[in-house]
């Protein structure tokens, strides 16, 4: 791209104008995980924390997120989302938590945004259900990795 899509002539931020793109199917994933101590990630297993469930908490966190997604990124368009998602799965070999979301919209633009946030306010959920165990909690490898739909087409890492 030789242009940037999200500036005006002048140089001044201003959110794309998408009215005259077609409306197509998109769906996009995104992963990331959480490792921490064993003792953190039992607790969260046995639904043992002060806090309560962990995992229900961070999964509802996440979907709540996706759809306030326009609100916390500036310049994304607010759009109906019409299915998000949030896995969450027990990885021992990290130790810790690995957090799988997506998005799906019929619109004009782009759900990346959307999968990503949820991803990412997932496993924040997941870090503030567990610090009084553990502190030392490290969210990493926040990624896109699938996107379909709208002009540029699918997309996979």
Same mark, same amino acid.
């Given at each position: 791209m030789s242009e940037l899509t999200h500036t005006d002539a002048g140089g001044r931020a201003r959110i794309? #104008?998408?009215?005259? *793109? %077609?409306?197509t199917e =998109?769906? @996009?994933?995104a992963e990331g995980? +959480?490792? &921490? !101590?064993?003792e953190a990630l039992g607790a969260i297993e046995v639904n043992s924390l002060a806090k309560g469930d962990a995992m229900s908490t961070a999964r509802i966190a996440g979907i709540m997120a996706a759809k306030k997604t326009s609100?916390? +990124? %500036?310049?994304?368009?607010?759009? %109906?989302?019409? #299915?998000?998602?949030? #896995?969450?799965?027990t990885d021992p070999s990290l130790p810790g938590?690995?957090?799988?979301?997506? @998005?799906? $919209?019929?619109? =004009?633009?782009?759900?990346? &945004?959307? @999968?990503l946030t949820a991803a990412?306010?997932?496993?924040?959920t997941?870090? #503030?259900m567990a610090k009084s165990i553990d502190r030392g909690m490290e969210i990493s490898g926040v990624r896109l990795t @699938? *996107? !379909? /739909?709208? *002009? $540029? /087409?699918d997309w996979s890492r």
């Open positions: 794309v #104008d998408v009215g005259d *793109k %077609p409306e =998109r769906v @996009a994933r995980t +959480i490792t &921490m !101590s064993e609100e916390l +990124i %500036p310049l994304c368009h607010n759009i %109906p989302l019409t #299915d998000v998602g949030v #896995d969450i799965v938590l690995r957090v799988r979301t997506w @998005a799906r $919209s019929r619109g =004009r633009t782009g759900v990346e &945004m959307e @999968a990412t306010v997932t496993l924040l997941l870090y #503030d @699938a *996107k !379909s /739909g709208g *002009k $540029s /087409g």
